[in-house]
């Protein structure tokens, strides 16, 4: 059982910057492709941006493109969120996830990391 451990979370001002990382504990997490969620308080979980293993092909959710990159390092088994010129509106718990094949749902989720950003 693949455990996803996420860090890097905390208070910064509007326009600041923070950067996130998921690490594993357990097996290995190389799947094809991890992800990037966030929640917010009273709002649904919502999809932020996502990285394939293989050749690094990114997506990332309309609210955070240019802003927001995911990257991973293969040596390290991990996964990174860099998040610049953020917004109050960025404020939520983030999680890592991680998908096992092309199609299938995310699972192995993390305990999430807090993001609060204040204006």
């Known amino acids: 059982q693949v455990q996803l451990v996420e860090s890097g979370g905390g208070l910064v001002q509007a326009g600041g910057s923070l950067r996130l990382s998921c690490g594993a504990s357990g097996r290995t997490m190389r799947a094809y492709a991890m992800g990037w969620f966030r929640q917010a308080p009273g709002k649904e979980r919502e999809f932020v941006a996502r990285i394939t293993w293989s050749g690094g092909s990114t997506y990332y959710a309309d609210s955070v493109k240019g802003r927001f990159t995911i990257s991973s390092e293969y040596a390290k088994n991990t996964v990174y969120l860099q998040m610049n010129s953020l917004k109050p509106e960025d404020t939520a718990v983030y999680y890592c996830?991680?998908?096992?094949?092309?199609?299938?749902?995310?699972?192995?989720w993390g305990q999430g990391t807090q993001v609060t950003v204040s204006s």
């Open positions: 996830a991680r998908q096992g094949v092309a199609g299938a749902d995310f699972g192995s």
